[in-house]
């Protein structure tokens, strides 16, 4: 079953609930353009469930032929194609309404059919890996059709010794549920069953501080306010640290179980293995931030400032900076804003975003039961990408758009240049084109406003975003490594002692003991808020992703630049062999390993140079930040 491409900003909205009849038809999206209607889907639902005995008759045969092989992979990925089409409809219908039971019914049962496909299909693998290398490179000679599945190939027979026996590999599987419990298990605690505490605010307002409360509490312009939240807020995790503490030393138990029967030296390279990143690139990424913590800190420092507090503290990290001027963008505007600020990347792609935006690929506005967050569904191979927003005319609204329309673009290139099993690309590449776009609006709106207020307003955005990705993001890939390591080492974590691990590298990533922000000993329990690190090894991912665009957007706009000067002076735009490199990477989908993809595309994510660039933009940001601060 093909993964959906699906990138949710978990941020509560606050935006206003609309009756969805009341919203324009170009607002909404036009899901007829996967299935005419519902009763179409049912249809084309019981066509794909009567074809899942196609896959068990090519049981116990792919090294029968050539040719063989080739109708089996051929038929299992168009089944797969046709399963992902259902699947997205059905999520989707449920998603613009979560309130009606018929669009949940249709998803759970396209989940249904989706589990049942993987289940028929399941053999692919262990079979190809039963038959090596040696017979499937004489396959894909001797039938050319094949070659187009080399990597395909690759990406299974590369691993083979890591791969245990069929039975073995049956146990492994089936150990996946037990393995995956510490997360489910703290994650229905969170969300239901843990006694959120309540508190009163200055302004007299009871409040409930359970996760969306905090995260809109915590970004009080009141002071007093912030203080009560943070303590109550952390004070009640404290409480539970044993429990925490446990759970997430059951899952690092689980990924040595891992790391063991798939024979890897550590849990990191068990984990990255997959898409064959080097551990050397996660390791790079924690060495490369350490070096940088006095720019973390020169961008703290201006936080202060823009406070007027003459102590920053780690309540204060959430209070936005600079004010929007009341500014509001409606739709249309943001579609244009966003249209504008990707000239860069060429005509194609403003058009085929002008498309997308024309044809109903995005759903824009928050209605009764619609789903929260934001995200680019690019499932439907042969249709087109789809997205899902909350848009409520502000900025980060914008922002959003031109974000997830970065993904929504992905898509669409790799599925239109890709066979169906490379057009799905790797996270690691995938949050790259959605930065990049987020980068290119910012530099747009900069070029457009001149005037302090907003431009201060602008940058700060900017700067809490690099905090926030980068520099934290890196920090919990860092007490990740660390407690895998404790953990391979022998040690046994508890609560306490991975408050005792997690408190002073805090403190170090922001500069406690120097002055820079005062992190109370109460944070020691951040960790246990933190949901990705019972998905191990994954978070900094974002952190590398952002490192990337803002390294290949500046070349793009540098590269622009000089092109529209030479037009000027010749008549000719010349090459633009930056910005085509990155079509090339967003074009490429997954067809080759994400390392090697951005490497074609001038970024080397083995190197600290991408990390240089990107934090050569950063200290130019707090350049003109001081500049306009000291004219106050």
């Known amino acids: 079953m093909r993964y959906t491409l699906v990138f949710l900003l978990g941020i509560a909205t606050m935006a206003e609930v609309r009756d969805r009849a009341a919203i324009p038809d170009k607002y909404r999206w036009n899901l007829a353009d996967l ?15 009567k074809r899942l005995p196609e896959m068990a008759a090519y049981k116990g045969r792919l090294a029968e032929s050539a040719t063989t092989l080739y109708d089996a992979l051929t038929t299992m990925l168009d089944m797969d194609k046709e399963v992902s089409r259902l699947l997205m409809y059905a999520s989707q219908l449920n998603d613009q309404d979560m309130r009606v039971s018929a669009g949940l019914d249709m998803r759970q049962a396209a989940e249904e059919l989706a589990m049942s496909f993987r289940a028929a299909s399941a053999f692919v693998r262990p079979e190809l890996l039963a038959m090596g290398r040696a017979k499937v490179d004489a396959f894909m000679a001797e039938d050319p059709r094949l070659s187009t599945y080399a990597h395909f190939f690759d990406k299974i027979l590369r691993l083979e010794s890591h791969t245990l026996t069929p039975a073995e590999e049956t146990i492994v599987a089936r150990s996946g549920s037990v393995a995956s419990s510490a997360g489910s298990i703290v994650s229905v605690f969170l969300n239901a069953d843990m006694p959120f505490p309540e508190i009163v605010l ?33 004070s009640r995790y404290d409480e539970f640290r044993r429990t925490l503490g446990t759970a997430l030393y059951s899952n690092v138990k689980a990924d040595m179980f891992l790391r063991d029967v798939r024979k890897y030296d550590s849990c990191l390279e068990a984990a990255l293995d997959r898409d064959r990143i080097p551990a050397q690139v996660y390791r790079q990424l924690i060495s490369d931030v350490h070096s940088a913590l006095p720019t973390l800190h020169r961008y703290l420092q201006i936080r202060r400032r823009m406070l007027s507090l003459d102590e920053l503290r780690y309540e204060d990290l959430y209070v936005p900076i600079g004010e929007e001027a009341g500014r509001t963008y409606g739709a249309d505007q943001g579609m244009q804003m966003t249209i504008d600020a990707f000239a860069p990347l060429g005509k194609a792609y403003v058009e085929a975003v002008r498309t997308a935006y024309q044809n109903r690929w995005v759903d824009f506005y928050p209605t009764d039961g619609k789903r929260a967050g934001a995200y680019s569904n690019g499932m439907a191979y ?3 990408p789809y997205e899902l927003l909350n848009f409520n005319d502000s900025y980060y609204d914008v922002s959003i758009l031109a974000h997830e329309t970065g993904h929504s673009m992905h898509a669409y290139l790799a599925c239109k240049n890709q066979p169906y099993m490379y057009s799905d690309p790797s996270i690691f590449v995938a949050e790259v084109a959605s930065t990049l776009n987020e980068n290119l609006l910012l530099h747009h709106m900069l070029e457009s406003n001149r005037d302090d207020a907003t431009r201060l307003f602008l940058l700060g955005q900017f700067l809490d975003n690099i905090r926030g990705v980068v520099f934290r993001q890196t920090m919990f890939a860092e007490f990740e490594l660390m407690i895998h390591a404790r953990a391979e080492a022998g040690e046994t974590l508890t609560g306490d002692k991975l408050n005792e691990i997690y408190l002073p590298l805090v403190r170090q990533y922001y500069g406690h003991d120097a002055g820079v ?13 933190i949901p990705h690190f019972y998905e191990s090894f994954y978070v900094y991912q974002y952190a590398t992703s952002m490192v990337a665009a803002t390294a290949l957007a500046n070349r793009i706009r540098e590269e622009a630049s000089e092109a529209s000067e030479a037009s000027e002076a010749s008549g000719s735009t010349g090459p633009r062999p930056v910005r085509d490199a990155y079509l090339k990477l967003l074009a490429a989908g997954s067809s080759n390993y994400p390392i090697d993809l951005l490497k074609d595309a001038g970024i080397d994510m083995t190197t600290s140079a991408p990390f240089r660039d990107a934090m050569e933009e950063i200290n130019h940001v707090m350049d003109e930040m001081e500049q306009i601060l000291a004219k106050r």
Do not use: I
């Open 35 to 49: 299935y005419a209607s519902d009763a179409a889907w049912a249809e084309a639902k019981e066509s794909a469930a």
């Open 202 to 234: 200055s302004s007299g307002e009871k409040v409930r501080l359970d996760a969306p409360g905090y995260a809109r509490h915590r970004a009080s312009p009141n002071r007093q306010d912030r203080d009560a939240v943070f303590k109550a807020f952390w």
């Open 382 to 384: 042969d249709v087109h």
């Open 517 to 529: 922000c005062k992190v109370d000993d109460l944070y020691a329990v951040e960790w246990a808020y």
